[in-house]
């Protein structure tokens, strides 16, 4: 069974300073794995994703991740914080071996402080 | 840039009553998904289909849930007779080839009152 947790359901920075968002999932198989933004009454908007080779993914908007399968986690950061990342953003899991449905966290709410 | 949309963006019905979603797919897409959000809850998967029958589905997806793609270009979730619980967001979504990569469209707001 796939599941996925992210620690804390908001998070606050102050503009300029690291994001970090967490991720940690529990997969039987090694997964695929996604961070999506939503912001105000849009869609989700794949941020990256990793599904194979480099274990460090660059996304849009300034955003990274690392899968670390030793740690069984995925986390999203951002070097430094801008207003307009002020959105919700979710982690999702896909299992290699089947694909299709997608497991998603609870979603991490951004805040960013002037 | 391509985009998946839905309609209507919010839906105000009655229990019990038959309610009807839609989603146009990105046109040369050929997996097509419905997920749903309880206010406060995580994003849940409803049904994955594909060449035009289900070829996925969860435990959230009942007798009261049907799909149906009437067309080249639509996809539709009907809850034929809706309950207080299945006031939720609604997202379609759809993937192409390589179908780990799945775009949403902006949702729809359900209200069952």
């Known amino acids: 069974a796939q599941s996925v947790t992210q620690l804390g359901s908001h998070v606050s920075v102050s503009e300029g300073a690291l994001v970090l968002l967490r991720c940690n999932y529990s997969?039987?198989?090694?997964?695929?794995l996604f961070w999506y933004v939503q912001y105000p009454n849009q869609g989700l908007q794949l941020l990256l994703k990793y599904t194979t080779g480099a274990t460090l993914v660059k996304g849009i908007n300034g955003f990274e991740a690392e899968f670390k399968k030793s740690e069984t986690s995925f986390h999203l950061t951002k070097p430094s914080a801008h207003m307009s990342d002020a959105a919700e953003y979710f982690c999702a899991v896909s299992p290699s071996n089947t694909g299709n449905q997608f497991y998603f966290g609870t979603g991490t709410s951004l805040t960013v402080i002037p | 840039e391509p985009e998946v949309t839905q309609t209507p963006s919010h839906q105000v019905t009655q229990m019990g009553q038959e309610v009807i979603l839609r989603c146009v797919p990105i046109?040369?897409?050929?997996?097509f998904y419905w997920y749903r959000q309880i206010l406060g809850q995580k994003v849940e998967f409803l049904v994955s289909f594909y060449n035009n029958e289900i070829s996925e589905k969860s435990e959230i997806f009942d007798d009261q849930f049907s799909v149906e793609r009437p067309d080249g270009s639509n996809f539709t979730l009907k809850i034929r007779s809706t309950k207080l619980e299945d006031s939720a967001m609604y997202f379609c979504?759809?993937?192409?080839?390589?179908?780990?990569?799945?775009?949403f469209g902006p949702g729809t707001r359900l209200t069952v009152t």
């Open positions: 997969s039987s198989v090694p997964p695929y």
């Open positions: 046109s040369n897409h050929l997996y």
């Open positions: 979504a759809s993937s192409g080839q390589g179908f780990h990569e799945q775009y």
